[in-house]
């Protein structure tokens, strides 16, 4: 009798995987490699994708793989070694012109390793940053990157360098001068596109408090001051983070709570003096929200992504919400995720183009759950789309 119910047991798990992965199949983030190790995800357009896989033993060798319409298009495999210098040899995308993508990487010059006070890491003065063409024949002309950078955005895709005659941000092979105002040698958190030959940067100052200076073509336009990473209210935790600009000048900035779930949500909007005007709270009805990504769709109007989770475990969904340039809610787009996978943190990645991708997992260890389901990277529009909304609205508040 117990074999009985452990051979149906064992069939049932079975039907599940079958059901579950033949949904999504052909969108398959790992094809055949090991699953105890870590997966990174850099989607290029609507039809191509790379996926890194660093594993977490040392006898196992990283791989990467270019994905073109759910089909393996090329891929990479490279040899074994410490964890942290795994990491660092890895090739990830730099950037890409539809059939040469170009990646960047670092090689180790010693077999010396910088011990910090809390964590084992390579020295980085002992890499060499190199840049290789993928294509057809593998990594081709690979060379040393001579300039001195000192943040990269975007998956690469922004860079900012430091230079004697100052720093500079490049994006798709054009320079853009950082303006004098900003101390040389500033580290930056962060750096979003912003319009014609402008950016956002987030930094920290001298003073220990966070900016964000709007600049274009050189010149600081405004500089507002922004909560630091993270602070502690009581025992709560809040959590901010730049998110988006727009294209009137402004940006948006997201509060998190840590309430147990994550909704509601606050985005806090500057204008285009860089002053604090209004507040949108985003809420759902008995549901996890957490946001994702947010960018400007080819309208120019501000797109954000986001997930809703049941507290029940049994609904699983990505959204994504257009707004105007008042900030008022035109468009509101729900895409279901299979309940199988369990995936209650979905992630949302954009590609250069802005299309925009769902990576699902199943949570119960690293593809190793009881259904051992593949992880899969699918564009957005590809997932079910549904009419329900699970009460997800948008408040807005002006000061």
Same mark, same amino acid.
């Given at each position: 009798?117990?074999?009985? @119910?452990?051979?149906?047991?064992?069939?049932?798990?079975?039907? /599940?995987?079958?059901?579950?992965?033949?949904?999504?199949?052909?969108?398959?983030? =790992?094809?055949?490699?090991?699953? !105890?190790?870590?997966?990174?995800?850099?989607?290029? %357009?609507?039809?191509?994708?790379?996926?890194?896989?660093?594993?977490?033993?040392?006898?196992?060798?990283?791989?990467?793989?270019?994905?073109?319409?759910?089909?393996?298009?090329?891929?990479?495999? #490279?040899?074994?070694?410490?964890?942290?210098?795994?990491?660092?040899?890895? +090739?990830?995308?730099?950037?890409?012109?539809?059939?040469?993508?170009?990646?960047?990487?670092?090689?180790?010059?010693?077999?010396?390793?910088?011990?910090?006070?809390? *964590?084992?890491?390579?020295?980085?003065?002992?890499?060499?940053?190199?840049?290789?063409?993928?294509?057809?024949?593998?990594?081709?002309?690979?060379?040393? *990157?001579?300039? !001195?950078?000192?943040? $990269?955005?975007?998956?690469?895709?922004?860079?900012?360098?430091?230079?004697?005659?100052? /720093?500079? @941000?490049?994006?798709?092979?054009?320079?853009?001068?950082?303006?004098?105002?900003?101390?040389?040698?500033?580290?930056?958190?962060?750096?979003?596109?912003?319009?014609?030959?402008?950016?956002?940067?987030?930094?920290?100052?001298? %003073?220990?408090?966070?900016?964000?200076?709007?600049?274009?073509? #050189?010149?600081?336009?405004?500089?507002?001051?922004?909560? *630091?990473?993270?602070?502690?209210?009581?025992?709560? /935790?809040?959590?901010?983070?730049?998110?988006? /600009?727009?294209?009137?000048?402004?940006? @948006?900035?997201?509060?998190?709570?840590?309430?147990?779930?994550?909704? +509601?949500?606050?985005?806090?909007?500057?204008?285009?003096?860089?002053?604090?005007?209004?507040?949108?709270?985003?809420?759902?009805?008995? =549901?996890?929200?957490?946001?994702?990504?947010?960018?400007?769709?080819?309208?120019? $109007? $501000?797109?954000?992504? #986001?997930?809703?989770?049941?507290?029940?475990?049994?609904?699983?969904?990505?959204?994504?919400?257009?707004?105007?340039?008042?900030?008022?809610?035109?468009?509101?787009?729900?895409?279901? @995720?299979?309940?199988?996978?369990? %995936?209650?943190?979905?992630?949302?990645?954009?590609?250069?183009?802005?299309?925009?991708?769902? &990576?699902?997992?199943?949570?119960?260890?690293?593809?190793?759950?009881?259904?051992?389901?593949? +992880?899969?990277?699918?564009?957005?529009?590809?997932?079910? &789309?549904?009419? &329900?909304?699970?009460? $997800? &609205?948008?408040?807005?508040? !002006?000061?």
């Amino acid at each position: 009798m117990k074999r009985t @119910i452990a051979f149906l047991l064992l069939a049932v798990l079975l039907a /599940a995987a079958v059901s579950a992965g033949a949904e999504y199949r052909g969108w398959n983030a =790992v094809m055949g490699e090991p699953l !105890n190790g870590a997966r990174h995800y850099y989607p290029l %357009d609507a039809h191509n994708a790379v996926i890194y896989y660093r594993p977490y033993d040392e006898t196992t060798p990283w791989h990467v793989t270019w994905h073109r319409d759910g089909e393996v298009y090329r891929d990479l495999e #490279g040899p074994c070694g410490d964890r942290h210098d795994l990491e660092w040899r890895v +090739p990830k995308p730099f950037s890409w012109d539809g059939e040469t993508l170009t990646v960047t990487y670092r090689v180790r010059q010693t077999e010396q390793y910088q011990r910090r006070m809390d *964590v084992d890491a390579p020295d980085p003065d002992n890499y060499t940053v190199m840049i290789a063409d993928w294509t057809a024949s593998g990594l081709t002309n690979a060379r040393a *990157v001579e300039e !001195n950078w000192s943040g $990269l955005f975007e998956g690469g895709r922004t860079v900012v360098y430091r230079r004697e005659t100052g /720093a500079v @941000i490049r994006r798709d092979g054009k320079e853009t001068a950082v303006p004098d105002s900003i101390p040389a040698g500033t580290m930056f958190l962060d750096c979003w596109p912003a319009g014609e030959d402008a950016f956002l940067l987030k930094f920290r100052g001298d %003073d220990g408090k966070a900016y964000v200076v709007r600049a274009a073509n #050189g010149r600081e336009i405004y500089r507002a001051e922004v909560p *630091v990473s993270e602070t502690y209210t009581g025992d709560e /935790a809040v959590s901010f983070r730049l998110f988006s /600009a727009d294209r009137a000048g402004g940006f @948006i900035r997201q509060d998190g709570f840590n309430h147990g779930d994550y909704s +509601p949500v606050y985005l806090v909007h500057y204008n285009a003096a860089g002053k604090e005007d209004r507040t949108l709270v985003l809420k759902g009805d008995d =549901v996890c929200l957490s946001l994702l990504r947010a960018a400007q769709d080819p309208e120019g $109007l $501000l797109t954000v992504y #986001g997930s809703m989770v049941s507290n029940s475990r049994k609904i699983y969904t990505v959204f994504a919400l257009t707004f105007d340039d008042d900030l008022n809610l035109l468009r509101r787009d729900v895409r279901k @995720i299979d309940p199988e996978y369990g %995936d209650y943190s979905p992630g949302i990645f954009l590609a250069q183009d802005g299309t925009p991708w769902a &990576k699902i997992e199943e949570v119960n260890g690293e593809g190793g759950g009881w259904l051992g389901l593949c +992880p899969v990277l699918i564009p957005f529009d590809k997932l079910e &789309k549904t009419d &329900k909304t699970y009460g $997800l &609205k948008v408040l807005q508040y !002006n000061p």
